[in-house]
């Protein structure tokens, strides 16, 4: 029997109770890669026909939100981070290029912060990575991709400021 998205949720609340920080974290991760060997977990979760975003679920007392993610083509993101939240990225499907950045200026009112490219991977299906609050990146998509991604808050309310990329 697949993993529901609400027994998922469920672990996932269970793991960041037991520990609030980076380890509990970096268990959400492993609980992301297992999902994502589920091919009836992602099949539900991540089905035809899903938004670029939807939201399958928000927790109540710690504000983590788990989203599904399905582009059809090629989508390329500046340099970002989560402000004060933490992400991490699941591949489900397809291949996501990400990159990340040294922060060499935060941003200051209307002029955006500028970023450095550091190094290039690829996130390939079952692959899942987290990015602490803080840390800059970008995804490139060149072809359809679906993803299971966990924001720390819901990205939806807040303000993200942005970033130029400098050689």
């Not at 979760?45 to 939100?65: Q, W």
Request: glycine share 8%; charged share 25%.
């Amino acid at each position: 029997m697949s993993l529901s998205v609400e027994q998922f949720a469920k672990s996932c609340r269970e793991a960041l109770l037991a520990e609030p920080g980076p380890a509990g974290r970096v268990h959400v991760v492993e609980l992301v890669q297992e999902a994502l060997k589920d091919p009836g977990f992602v099949a539900a979760a991540i089905p035809e026909g899903t938004p670029e975003r939807k939201v399958l679920y928000e927790d109540p007392d710690l504000g983590f939100t788990i989203l599904a993610h399905a582009y059809e083509g090629a989508k390329n993101s500046k340099p970002h981070d989560h402000g004060p939240s933490w992400a991490i990225y699941g591949q489900a499907a397809g291949e996501t290029v990400m990159t990340d950045y040294e922060c060499l200026a935060r941003p200051e009112g209307e002029t955006p912060g500028k970023a450095k490219p550091m190094r290039d991977y690829v996130l390939k299906p079952g692959d899942a990575y987290l990015y602490e609050p803080g840390v800059l990146h970008s995804p490139r998509r060149d072809g359809a991709t679906r993803l299971l991604r966990i924001e720390g808050l819901n990205m939806d309310r807040i303000k993200r400021l942005p970033y130029d990329t400098v050689a």
